[in-house]
């Protein structure tokens, strides 16, 4: 398979496309990039690295730090995390308050703000030093050990996030959350604000494409049983209320980022991230969609 020519050909056909997108303004830090950034890499089991545009221009991947925090807290407390949330798509926006109370404070899936926030709050129950211990386990599966938090997204977050606090206080008011709400917002709006550039991203997350084994020195991060778990969830959940459409043209697991970042798992081959911050009505990245579409239909690649 030439992912050179196969990606280069759709990068340029998808670059050509009239854009109609708009950038996560609601995020002050986020309205500031540039729109017409669009990267591409891909990082393979067996070692091929290749990448087009700004794909190594780092940007804040937000909700694609879902699935690292969920990795690392199924690393810590195992299967007693699924006692707190559930693993079903929630068929409301990310960050809607109604299915919380219906549920009576149990997130639908670990993907969407109330989801993570739970996962931040059992993060801080068994960390020693949370923030660090998190961006230390990052690190050390992507074998890359500049990887930071970003302040200036962090403070933006933390200026507007009125509606997460309010997630966090009705999750508290069920009692799913154990710790004080502004340590886990705070913790929450740190791991969110996590940049990387699409080479980065898509080395990083082989191990969930390498039956949870980091691709680097072969340790274990999660086992077979687990990363299997952890996929499943992002073919289902990763891409808000669009999962499914996703699942229908793309078919591969991916988690999305209002940030305008994707990354696509194919297990046992490759991992795939594009970067374009423009986002469609449901928040996925517009282009990324469209280029991630193209791929697998022209590799004819997909996990069905």
Known sequence: MNFKQIIQEIYQKVGRINDPGELASYIPELATIDSTKFGVHISTIDGFNFG??????????????????????????????????????????????????????????????????????????????????????????????????????????????????????????????????SAVLDFYFDLCSLEMNCKELSELFLFLANNGRNIFDNDTVLSKSQSKRINALMQTCGFYDESGEFAFKVGLPGKSGVGGGIIAIHPNQYAIAVWSPKLNEKGNSYKGMRFLEEFTTKTQLSIF
């Open 52 to 181: 087009v545009g700004n794909c190594h221009d780092k940007f804040s991947i937000q909700s694609i730090a879902k699935v690292l925090s969920l990795c690392l807290a199924y690393q810590v407390l195992g299967e007693k995390i699924w006692l707190r949330l559930g693993v079903e798509p929630s068929g409301t926006a990310f960050n809607s308050l109604v299915q919380l109370e219906a549920d009576s404070g149990i997130p639908r899936n670990p993907f969407i703000n109330a989801g993570a926030i739970v996962i931040s709050d059992i993060l801080l129950s068994n960390l020693e030093n949370p923030k660090e211990d998190f961006l230390a386990f990052v690190r050390n599966i992507s074998n890359n050990p500049k990887l930071n938090y970003s302040n200036k997204i962090a403070s933006s977050e933390k200026a507007i996030g009125f509606r997460n606090a309010a997630l966090c206080n009705l999750i508290k008011s069920f009692g799913n959350i154990k710790n004080e709400p």
